[in-house]
């Protein structure tokens, strides 16, 4: 740990969605535009940023958890700059400046000024004069781009409208120029994030649409996958389904939340359609890209949910047959509508009994689903190397020069277009190219095979 007061080492730790990913990274970009280098961890740091999520009590818990264990590190060096930023922080700031004073800073998200300001003053430098551009500058092969931010459907069960504000998209030409500079640092995939990105460009001059946007980012020369989420079914309309059946870099995936199965409960939820219109726009979009996958959110146990309206949750996941559900216990948050005008009434063991049930009919429907790609060959655009166990165990050096031939003992991690993780091991360089592979072995969760020769 430095003991000079000007700041010279960072730590970052978030938890929550891939927006708060993203807002990290460029928030990772700006400290090291202004010259500091990461940490391994928190004690060993000068600037500490917690990116919260309170979406889930859960998550607010861990967030709670780790701002508590950072109480000692401050007291020990006074001049270490603790701050706090993403969901957790709303417009006003005075009761978690009374239950945290040892935080230095708090920003709502994307709201990177107040901590980079600071900086600038221990730093005796014009922070925004020294920042180029927030894109993320340790890019691996995957990477994020928010191209919208805030929400305006206000669900009665969602925080996220009055931490992250109303809907913004930025100008397609930025995210094209952000999408070019990620490719000419070798990203291969870029995925298109916003609460609802489906609503992207309504704001914009000429109002032009996700498919406007993921045509402008189709002819990024380098990029090999586009991929978009999260969507809502209320906007998702023919021209992005159109154009996700007819971009070959678009990956054939859509993550389509739909909550809940029984209309009460998702008129109470304000989600603005039924139980029906969500599997006639299901079946819209099987019949227009025959090779789709779907991702989907559920929560359970939301106020009023009888067991009759739960099986009507079953039944869709049932019928749909999702590639992937994420499936959550309702937790009230305060400040939403929910919480101001609905009694939280379904105990919390029912609650996470419907969880289990809701996943153990989703892993049968994996385990079948999966099954089915046994000898088949995917594309897998590979994103990570691993070495196996049985080279770190004989200290064996692992070098990525192609040799030739096959054979194992470096692991690759990668993805195939409909966002299923493969596993394979080879001898050969395969890290950020796509690679066909036979599928040997199947899971619920993930696939295992062999690079074709």
Known sequence: MSTEATPQRYHIWTIGCQMNKADSERLESALIQLGLQ????????DVIVL???????????????????????????????????????????????????????????????????????RLGVDAEGCLSTLTPPNAGVTAYIPIIHGCDKFCTFCIIPYRRGREVSRPIADIVRESELLA?????????????VDSYGHDLQGEPDLADLLEAVHGVKGLERIRFLTSHPNDMSQRIIDAVADLPKVCEHFNLPFQAGDDDVLQVMRR????????????????????VSLSTDIIVGFPGE??????????????????KVHVAAY???????????MADDVPHEEKKRRQAEVEALQEG??????????????????????TSRSLALVGAEVTLTPPQGRGKGIQWKGRNRNDKLVFFEDKRNFLGHTVQVRIEKTSPWSLQGMAAE
């Open 331 to 341: 937790s009230t948050r305060p400040g939403t509508i929910a919480s101001r005008r």
């Open 365 to 386: 429907i994996l385990t079948r689903r999966n099954a089915r790609l046994l000898g088949k060959t995917v594309e897998v655009l590979v994103e990570e190397m691993q």
């Open 38 to 45: 990461p940490a391994e961890t928190a004690k060993d740091a």
């Open 272 to 291: 603005g359609y039924t139980n029906d219109d969500y599997r006639r726009l299901v079946e819209r979009i099987r019949r227009r890209v025959p090779r």
């Open 184 to 196: 000419a640092r070798g990203v291969r995939e870029v995925t298109l994030l916003g609460q609802n």
């Open 306 to 323: 009888t067991e009759a309206a739960f099986q009507q949750t079953l039944d869709l996941v049932r019928d749909i047959q999702f590639d």
């Open 51 to 121: 990116n919260s999520c309170v979406v889930r009590q859960a998550a607010e818990d861990k967030v709670v958890g780790m701002l508590t264990s950072l109480k000692p590190l401050k007291g020990k060096n006074p001049q270490r700059i603790v701050a706090l930023m993403g969901c957790m922080v709303g417009p006003k700031t005075d009761a978690l400046q009374e239950r945290f004073p040892y935080v230095d800073v708090f920003m709502r998200p994307q709201e990177y000024k107040p901590l980079l300001s600071l900086l600038g003053d």
